[in-house]
């Protein structure tokens, strides 16, 4: 079955600090992966999307990773900021000729003060 | 550009009314989709159109009905609503669905409760 597993299911952080959110699927076959950014009461933003021959993509403070071997991302945000405090979901893509998306639960980042 | 826009923003409706959610895009997007969110799940999708004159079926389409009215516009359809039906509603539009790095752009939801 075509799943996509994010954790932690929440997560808070001092501002300034680091935190790492990771993305664990099942969907096959790969097409792609994005993330996305979504702000409470507002649609999903995108912030990265990799292919299966790219295993790390960059967007300012945003880093996210990819092994295709075993299925797993991660998103790295450095350095958060208050406004960084939202939803962030992974969404993984097939395409066998059809079209396909699978999308993740999201991980609720809270950035304190 | 407003990017996708939706209409209404927060909707009330009684078991077993009708009601049509507007939705358009003016990025010149080909496809569209709708999704609904609930606590806990990802977004799942109802429906989407590939291009300009087609419909499918996603995910959970029981209970909704879809108008691609133009390439701008695609409007979900409650013909009897249902308390399961509560949920956030979100529109989205891409350049092409069939792209293997196609990204699609989210409108701002309607949330919608049925009682």
């Known amino acids: 079955k075509n799943q996509v597993e994010q954790s932690p299911q929440s997560l808070i952080i001092l501002e300034g600090k680091n935190c790492t959110l990771q993305?664990?699927?099942?969907?096959?076959?790969?097409?792609?992966l994005r993330w996305y950014k979504q702000d409470t009461g507002r649609g999903p933003v995108s912030l990265t999307i990799?292919?299966?021959?790219?295993n790390t993509k960059s967007n300012g403070r945003y880093t996210a990773t990819l092994d295709a071997d075993t299925k797993q991302s991660s998103l790295h945000i450095t350095a958060s900021q208050l406004s960084d405090s939202a939803s962030y979901i992974c969404?993984?893509?097939?395409?066998?000729?059809?079209?396909?998306?699978?999308f993740g639960a999201g991980t609720r980042l809270f950035v304190k003060a | 550009n407003a990017g996708v826009t939706q209409t209404p923003k927060f909707q009330v409706l009684k078991t077993g009314q009708s009601m049509t959610l507007q939705c358009a895009q003016d990025?010149?997007?080909?496809?569209m989709y709708w999704y609904r969110q609930d606590p806990g799940m990802g977004l799942r999708l109802i429906y989407y159109?590939?291009?300009?004159?087609?419909?499918d079926k996603g995910e959970v389409p029981n209970g909704y009905n879809v108008s691609r009215l133009n390439k701008r516009e695609f409007s979900l359809r409650l013909e009897s609503a249902a308390p399961s039906q509560t949920s956030v509603y979100f529109c989205?539009?891409?350049?092409?669905?069939?792209?293997?790095?196609?990204?699609?752009?989210f409108g701002p939801g309607t949330r919608l409760t049925v009682l």
């Open positions: 989205a539009s891409s350049e092409r669905t069939s792209e293997r790095t196609d990204t699609q752009y």
């Open positions: 993305c664990n699927y099942t969907v096959s076959p790969f097409s792609n």
């Open positions: 990799m292919t299966f021959s790219e």
């Open positions: 969404v993984v893509s097939a395409y066998t000729g059809g079209f396909k998306t699978i």
């Open positions: 990025m010149n997007h080909n496809s």
């Open positions: 159109s590939a291009s300009e004159g087609t419909t």
